[in-house]
């Protein structure tokens, strides 16, 4: 079990792998949205 902060100021207990789950796919969508941004960018220059 870990206690962590929701994102909102509180506090909530839940499991360890839930918690690094959570924070893997954070992860993952942040280098999707990056990708995606960059894809973006190249796509001008073509």
């Known amino acids: ?3 962590t902060e929701n994102g909102r100021g509180r ?5 360890i792998e839930d ?3 959570d924070k893997a796919l954070e992860m993952v ?4 949205r990056v990708m995606n941004r ?3 960018i190249t796509r001008i220059f073509d």
């Open 11 to 15: 506090f909530v207990v839940m499991d």
């Open 38 to 40: 960059y894809w973006d």
């Open 1 to 3: 079990m870990f206690l």
């Open 29 to 32: 969508r942040e280098i999707y």
């Open 19 to 21: 918690y690094e789950r």
